[in-house]
């Protein structure tokens, strides 16, 4: 019971970190508006969000290890209700660049802390499970609360829907010390526990160059961008583009986001069906997940040619489900390569995927402004860019990912106990 608890709170604060993550795609209007900005600096701004996430992750998953994740967890989430209350004083672009790097430097590491602190008290045949209960958490944050949000942005202006996701973040923080937890995982050898021992390189480095870990990260960034595309793109695509009203917006927004919960869910459900039926990551993980990332690639060129509102919102939705598979998948392959470094190997693949925020909202940007005149062209070409890179993701993940082959010749003498139900 109480590792559901945990995960429960978890997910709120996925919802929290994932809804501020995208406020500004959710204001997009009001703000490009108020700043008079163009798509290039929308995408800057989508862009500066993600400078300093990337070493931020693995700064904060490293140091999880060493404080604890609980307190990690803790502290990050102090951090977003500081930012968030701060942005009343926002009076500038530069300012709200300034805001945005910072609050990408505390949200960096939340993803790979929140991930290592579930897989101490989830065993490995309901990880996949887990971990997309918290990455639909984050989806929701973004689509379940844009109607929510998009009436306090045009009731009490965007500034205040801003620090409205303070105030949550700010009540998370006064309840998660009360949720108590009892970690049953524990790594042994013969008579060294390896958790207290420093990481040696002649260890890491043969996981560190190994095409496993290259591809599952160089996919995990494929998949990724389509995740940043929403959350950046996806509001003022359907204004813009589609010409939906802002209410219409919210709805789509909300459409999508439960189509997705649905499809991503049941994908993992699937997934750990596989793997307890195999006991092989590759079967399981790998060439599961990349079979969904064709289809939902082959979806989203279709979008590209799509008119009616409803049937785009459904390819949309489900496209995402199938493409956030390997975001669920991701970080089991990862901690399999390193299972006593979880909270460094998360941060790894956590923090590399992100980087395609810092690329994909700058080309989409160009992208738009390419076509001219003719924004929904524009948005076409982002589309039709971000299925090109999940296919390209995929493929070289199916051929190279092979984490069931042992890696670290002595990696073989560690026995690894799973958690057990707490």
């Known amino acids: 019971m109480k590792r559901w608890v945990i995960l429960i709170m978890l997910l709120i604060a996925t919802l929290i970190n994932f809804a501020d993550k995208s406020s500004t795609s959710v204001a997009s209007v009001f703000i490009i508006k108020d700043f008079n900005l163009s798509y290039v600096q929308y995408g800057l701004l989508g862009s500066i969000f993600f400078w300093f996430f990337a070493v931020s992750g693995v700064v904060g998953g490293a140091w999880s290890d060493k404080i604890g994740t609980k307190k990690m967890l803790g502290i990050l989430i102090i951090a977003w209700t500081l930012l968030q209350f701060g942005t009343f004083f926002i009076t500038s672009f530069s300012f709200l660049l300034i805001y945005r790097i910072l609050l990408g430097v505390f949200e960096g590491p939340f993803g790979p802390v929140a991930i290592s602190h579930i897989s101490r008290v989830f065993p490995a045949e309901s990880r996949g499970l887990a971990f997309s209960v918290i990455n639909v958490g984050a989806m929701i944050g973004a689509m379940a609360l844009t109607p929510v949000l998009v009436h306090v942005n045009q009731t009490y202006g965007w500034r205040t829907s801003f620090v409205a996701l303070g105030v949550a973040s700010l009540i998370w923080v006064l309840i998660w010390p009360f949720v108590k937890e009892k970690s049953k995982t524990t790594v042994e050898t013969t008579n060294v526990k390896l958790p207290v021992e420093k990481l040696k390189w002649s260890e890491f480095k043969p996981i560190l160059f190994s095409p496993t870990l290259i591809f599952t990260l160089l996919n995990l960034f494929a998949s990724f961008g389509f995740v940043v595309w929403i959350s950046v793109w996806l509001p003022v695509y359907l204004v813009k583009g589609i010409h939906l009203t802002q209410t219409k917006m919210g709805l789509a927004v909300l459409s999508i986001g439960l189509i997705n919960t649905v499809v991503s869910i049941s994908a993992s459900i699937c997934s750990d ?150």
């Open 273 to 422: 069906k596989l793997f307890k039926k195999s006991n092989n990551i590759r079967t399981s993980r790998v060439l599961y997940s990349a079979l969904l990332q064709v289809i939902s690639a082959v979806l989203l060129f279709s979008a590209t040619l799509v008119q009616a509102p409803v049937l785009l919102i459904a390819i949309i939705g489900v496209a995402l489900g199938l493409t956030t598979n390997m975001l669920n998948v991701g970080p089991i392959i990862m901690m399999s390569l390193l299972p006593t470094r979880r909270g460094l190997m998360v941060s790894l693949g956590t923090s590399f995927q992100n980087l395609s925020g810092i690329i994909g909202p700058l080309v989409c940007g160009y992208l738009i402004d390419l076509a001219g005149k003719n924004t929904l062209q524009g948005f076409n070409y982002t589309i039709m860019f971000t299925a090109a890179v999940i296919v390209i993701g995929c493929a070289l993940f199916a051929k190279f990912a092979k984490p069931d082959s042992p890696i670290v010749q002595n990696t073989t003498d560690i026995k690894f106990r799973e958690p057990k139900e707490i």
